[in-house]
Structure formats: C-alpha cells, structure tokens
C-alpha cells in the first residue's frame, strides 16, 4: 500500500506526498534536512590541479624576475596561464544547495501532519482491510462505465477517495489501540483488572466490525460496478458484429447459402437488446449500492 492522503490536501501536495513514502518515513522519525547554504563548492579535479599548479607558476615567474631574466612576453605568458587555470577550476562550481526536493518534502510533510497515512501506521490486519477497500475503490474509478458517465463519476470522484480517507484513518486508530493492548497484555493482567479488559476488546473488536462492513459495502458496490463492465464491454463488440451484417448477409445470399445462416446473424440483435437491458441494470444496482455507502 502507498501513502493515504486527506482528499482535502492539495492535489499536487497530494502527489508529491504519495510519491515520497520512503522520505515521510524518515521524516516521521524525525529526519530533518540540513540548511541551505548560499556558497558554492568545486568538484575535485579542477581544484586539486589548480592549487597543484598554479604555486609552481607563481615561483617560476618570481625566479625569472628575480635573475632579471623575464622579459614582458614571460610575464603576460605566465599570468595568461594562471588564468585560464583559474577560469577552468570555476567552471565546476555548483551550488551548494543540492537537496531542494529533500527540503520541499518535508515543509510539505511538516505543514500537513497528521493528513496522510503510511504504511507503519497499520497494523497486519488493518493492511489487509485497507488493500480490499483500495482496489474496490480503484476497480470503479478505472472503470469504463465509470469514465462514460454510466454511473454518477462527479460523485465516485468526489465520495470513494473520501471513503478511503475515512477507512484509513478508522484503522490507523484501531492499529495503535490494538498494539498499545497488546503491550499491556504482554506486561501481565493483574486479576482486579481482568473484568475491565474483556470490555475494551469487544470495543476493539466492534470496531473493526464497522470499518469491515464499510468495505464490504464498497466491494459489494464494485462488484455491480463490474458486471455493468463485462455489460458494456459485450454490448460493444455485438454492435461491432451488428455493424458487419450486411457484408455476411451479401456473401450469405451471393453463396445461396442464406437459409443456413440468417436466423442465427438475426440473434445478434436479440443479444444485443437483451446486453443493453442487462447493462441498464447492472448499472441501476451500482446506484442503488452507492446510496447505500451515503447512508
């Protein structure tokens, strides 16, 4: 599973979360990247080779000068030379700030915390659920008749992503009760305590009976959402078919075999109407599950 997002995040806040689980895992440790700094830095070989150099160059014109040996053209030669090796060394200056996306992740994920989710925050049993919440969310929001406006997509656009907010955060909570339960259990139960740790398991445990009905609501609801699919998908190919029966119907006759073959071409319309109602419904009790997941 991959970062959960509040969908009241910012989109492209929202992408950046999700697509930098590994960088919110460190930062929920409590990484923090280091300081920008202003100055620049330069790579080794141009710097090693300047600072090996250029004190030769500087002691070879103080000899030449010193013997009175160096006309001008010796001088200039040995300045040019200083100078290119000095320009060729800054050409490899780079910024010093090389962590700008480091830096923006981790604003982003200070600002928004506590409006995302990851995977340490669940429990075994808690990713489970969440995974079969995820792809039934994920089946109806791919779905073709989702994206040709058979079903009510401003609303799946707008509910389902709400629904897996509200799912994730429900089992987030219920992961932390039940691991701080387990660690109380595992430090012993003193007898006069007993009585009250039945009660809070039946707690634990009618919660994630609610949070599991939610998801077996939204299977369910992909599930309708799947047959309208297999539906829409064959009534298309029988109208591919339907739309190629004059060309068999032209061989049929020019070949005099007609007889043999109209009444079965004839039941591609048939199936064609009976694909179209059978769509109609399909896609009727996915609207009738989605009411239910309103309610």
């Known amino acids: 599973m991959g970062v959960v997002v509040d969908p009241g995040v ?7 979360l999700r697509a930098n689980a590994p960088l919110l895992s460190r930062v929920r440790a409590g990484w923090v990247p280091p300081a920008a700094e202003h100055h620049t830095r330069r790579k080794g070989p141009s710097s090693v080779m300047l600072l090996a150099i250029t004190p030769a160059v500087i002691a070879l014109m103080a000899v030449l000068l010193a013997a009175r040996m160096a006309p001008a053209g010796f001088v200039l030669l040995g300045t040019y030379v200083f100078i290119v090796l000095v320009k060729i060394a800054s050409m490899s200056e780079v910024p010093e700030d090389d962590r700008p996306h480091e830096r923006h992740v981790y604003e982003q994920a200070r600002w928004y915390d506590g409006r995302y989710l990851l995977a340490d925050d669940f ?3 808690a990713r489970l659920v969440l995974g079969r919440a995820q792809r039934a969310i994920g089946s109806v929001l791919r ?3 989702n994206a040709e406006g058979l079903l009510d997509d401003t609303r799946n656009a707008v509910m389902l992503p709400a629904q897996e907010w509200e799912i994730a955060r429900l089992l987030a909570k219920l992961s932390a009760l039940r691991g701080e339960h387990k660690e109380l259990l595992a430090r012993g139960i003193a007898p006069e305590v007993a009585s009250v740790i039945e009660p809070l398991e039946r707690a634990l445990a009618g919660s994630e009976a609610a949070v599991v009905a939610r998801v077996e609501a939204l299977e369910r609801y992909a599930g309708h959402v799947a ?3 297999r539906a829409y998908h064959a ?3 029988i109208e591919e078919l339907r739309s190629r029966l004059p060309r068999y119907e032209e061989l049929l006759a020019e070949s005099g075999a007609d007889a043999l073959g109209v009444s079965e071409i004839e039941r591609l319309a048939e199936d064609a109407d009976v694909l179209e109602r059978t769509l109609r419904r399909s896609v009727a009790s996915a609207h009738e599950a989605f009411k239910y997941l309103e309610g």
Do not use: C, T
């Not at 910012?10 to 950046?16: D, M, Q, S, T, Y």
């Open 10 to 16: 910012p989109p492209e806040v929202a992408g950046l």
């Open 123 to 125: 429990d075994h049993d």
């Open 143 to 145: 779905s073709h008749v």
């Open 227 to 229: 047959e309208a699919e």
């Open 235 to 237: 009534r298309g190919q």
